[in-house]
């Protein structure tokens, strides 16, 4: 069963405690490692209540689940449809990396739920797909087709939304690893760019 979505401590109900420490919990040590104990205990409610608000951990993820991707589906669809596809693509993907600034912890859980065992077996990158697909659809209902066809379309979108919380975050990690170990080298170097480039212009799959 899912409960009222706000992730903030001003939520004071027991369910959003529990939410907003899965959240926490997943994104510092993944779904897997985390204990129901553990979460009750992060946030300060008896663990019994998972039982009693979700049903199961297994619930709890899930309502974690809905609430990221409430959360992206809503960053994404206030975007203004205006412009051509790649500068409407171009606008959500701004707004998905501003996202992941302004909420480091939904990166943080991305990464675990794509890179980490989940008990759940539950896929939350499915769910971007699909809501991916969703978005993509919504362009070409309004007769904005994409220069691909929806396939490539879809999986250059997500390619790249993956690269912003696993790649460059890694890439981070070992620019500064290799700045703080490495003889002569500047800490305060900037990083280079990271891109990801899809070669996807031959798919002709239908819409």
Do not use: C
Request: charged share 30%.
């Amino acid at each position: 069963m899912n409960t009222a979505r706000p992730l903030t401590r001003e939520d004071l109900s027991s369910a959003a405690r529990l939410r907003l420490s899965a959240l926490e919990l997943y994104a510092e040590r993944g779904e897997h490692a985390t204990s129901v104990r553990d979460v009750g205990r992060n946030a300060g409610v008896a663990p019994g209540l998972v039982r009693h608000h979700f049903g199961s951990k297994d619930g709890l993820t899930r309502a974690v689940d809905d609430d990221i991707i409430d959360l992206v589906r809503a960053t994404l669809e206030a975007v203004p449809l205006e412009g051509t596809p790649l500068e409407i693509s171009a606008a959500r993907d701004a707004a998905f990396q501003e996202l992941l600034r302004e909420r480091p912890l939904i990166g943080g859980y991305l990464a675990q739920a794509l890179t980490a065992p989940r008990a759940s077996g539950e896929s939350l990158l499915d769910r971007l797909v699909d809501l991916s697909v969703e978005q993509t659809r919504q362009l070409i209902d309004r007769g904005l087709d994409p220069r691909r066809g929806l396939r490539a379309s879809v999986f250059t979108t997500v390619v790249r939304q993956v690269t912003l919380f696993v790649v460059i975050p890694a890439a981070e990690r070992v620019w500064e690893r290799l700045g703080g170990t490495l003889e002569g080298a500047s800490a305060d170097a900037a990083m280079p760019a990271v891109r990801v480039v899809v070669d996807a212009a031959r798919d002709q799959d239908a819409r």
